[in-house]
């Protein structure tokens, strides 16, 4: 599988790993503020680590707190412009607070990084389909489903919608 962004770590900064994958246990278990603590002790013995900056985007984006989500997506981003998973997590964010062209760039621009990531397909496709572009939402929806993430386009086509032969024949996708 690719990797979308610098997986390396320095190794004089393994334990900022340990911090994150802790982090990562208690965002599991929905242990929020257990899991926002050790992101922030991982940032703070490696400020530019990506990962975890978009690891606690991602907690704040889950309780609500979306301009701290937006603020750590783009330290995440900052830290290392190829992430694509930061792109397609901010573009959730902007999603949910209705700014459906800042989502969408940022789907697009998670799309051009890692154009093998299916969310940011799923994601864009549902902004598509909500604002009334079905076409381009079921290119998206089976693009995403191509790359293994079908859960939409299955539920759309048991709708009558998607229909994956009608988009062959109009040479959507």
């Known amino acids: 599988m690719a990797t979308y962004h610098s997986s390396s770590v320095p190794a004089d ?10 982090g ?42 979306y301009d701290f989500a937006i603020a750590e997506f783009t330290k995440a981003i900052g830290s290392d412009p190829l992430y694509a998973k930061a792109y ?8 949910t607070r ?14 051009e990084i890692a154009p093998d990531l299916a969310k940011p397909y799923d994601n864009r496709g549902t902004i598509y389909m909500l604002t009334g572009d079905t076409e381009k939402a079921c290119s998206d929806f089976v693009r995403a489903c191509e790359l293994g993430e079908c859960s939409t386009y299955e539920m759309l086509k048991e709708d009558g919608l998607c229909n994956l032969e009608y988009l062959a024949m109009a040479d959507i996708h």
């Open 13 to 22: 900064t393994q334990s900022a790993e340990k911090f994150n994958e802790r």
């Open 24 to 65: 990562n246990e208690y965002f599991s278990k929905r242990q929020y503020d257990l899991a926002m603590a050790e992101y922030k002790k991982a940032i703070e013995t490696f400020p530019s680590y990506a990962k975890a900056h978009s690891n606690l985007g991602y907690t704040h984006f889950e309780m609500g707190q």
């Open 88 to 95: 397609n997590n901010r573009g959730l964010v902007y999603f």
């Open 98 to 111: 209705g700014e459906y062209d800042r989502a969408i760039s940022d789907y697009n621009k998670a799309i």
